[in-house]
């Protein structure tokens, strides 16, 4: 069964620094998809970056970027130059490559604190 | 661009009362899902649908029911409410094509409280 933890429930940044939010994932599926969404404090779900199982090349999307190590089974959130807008909840999730179900299984989030 | 769209946002129900919390997408998104989210432990699928007619449980599908007549539409039923059932429930849509890459594009939520 796919399973995704984030073992990190709060971390702390100083604004204009880099910050890397650990994500590990479980599935026997060759092909999936990873994705990390932001939830601020408004509640809504934005989603920031997305890797596929297949892609030689390390996701990038402005200041983020994903760490993606296939043999560890880690895909870690890499936000450079952090604001004082990144504190929000980050989630981690992945979707296995079967067309027929939809399952986005999230892991438990980290919340992010950025300081000045 | 409404994408998609939850109702209500806020509703306040008894132990014991039933409710549907409405989704609707405008995006032709064939996958439709229901999440409910609960401190400490993230979002949990409850239901999901990969076409109209087609719907499967999730994690935590007890208490819940959901149907799909239509591609655009997507309730999610409320029985007999229980305190358990206190939560901050999201609907989400996402395309087939090329699944596994596809976001899943989220409505605002709608916070459960169940008295």
């Known amino acids: 069964a796919q399973k995704i933890t984030q073992t990190q429930p709060g971390m702390f940044v100083q604004e204009k620094e880099a910050v890397t939010l650990d994500c590990t994932y479980d599935?026997?599926?060759?092909?999936?998809?990873l994705f990390w969404y932001k939830q601020p404090s408004s509640g809504e779900m934005i989603f920031l970056i997305y890797?596929?199982?297949?892609?030689?090349q390390n996701a990038t999307e402005g200041r983020y970027s994903l760490n993606f190590q296939k043999a560890r089974k880690s895909a870690n959130l890499v936000i450079s130059a952090s604001q004082l807008g990144d504190s929000a909840m980050y989630f981690c999730?992945?979707?296995?490559?079967?067309?027929?179900?939809?399952?986005?299984?999230f892991g438990t989030g980290t919340r992010l604190q950025v300081f000045p | 661009n409404a994408g998609v769209t939850q109702t209500p946002k806020f509703q306040v129900l008894k132990t014991g009362q039933s409710m549907t919390l409405q989704c609707a997408q405008d995006?032709?998104?064939?996958?439709m899902s229901w999440y409910r989210q609960d401190p400490g432990m993230g979002l949990r699928l409850i239901h999901y649908?990969?076409?109209?007619?087609?719907?499967d449980q999730g994690e935590v599908p007890n208490g819940y029911n959901v149907s799909r007549s239509t591609t655009e539409d997507f309730p999610l039923r409320l029985l007999s409410a229980a305190p358990s059932q206190t939560s901050v429930y999201f609907c989400?849509?996402?395309?087939?094509?090329?699944?596994?890459?596809?976001?899943?594009?989220f409505g605002q939520g709608t916070r459960l409280t169940v008295v």
């Open positions: 989400a849509s996402s395309s087939p094509r090329q699944l596994q890459n596809t976001e899943a594009f």
């Open positions: 599935t026997s599926d060759p092909s999936y998809g």
């Open positions: 890797q596929g199982s297949y892609d030689q």
């Open positions: 999730a992945m979707r296995e490559g079967s067309r027929n179900t939809d399952k986005l299984i």
């Open positions: 995006m032709n998104h064939e996958y």
């Open positions: 649908s990969v076409g109209a007619g087609i719907t």
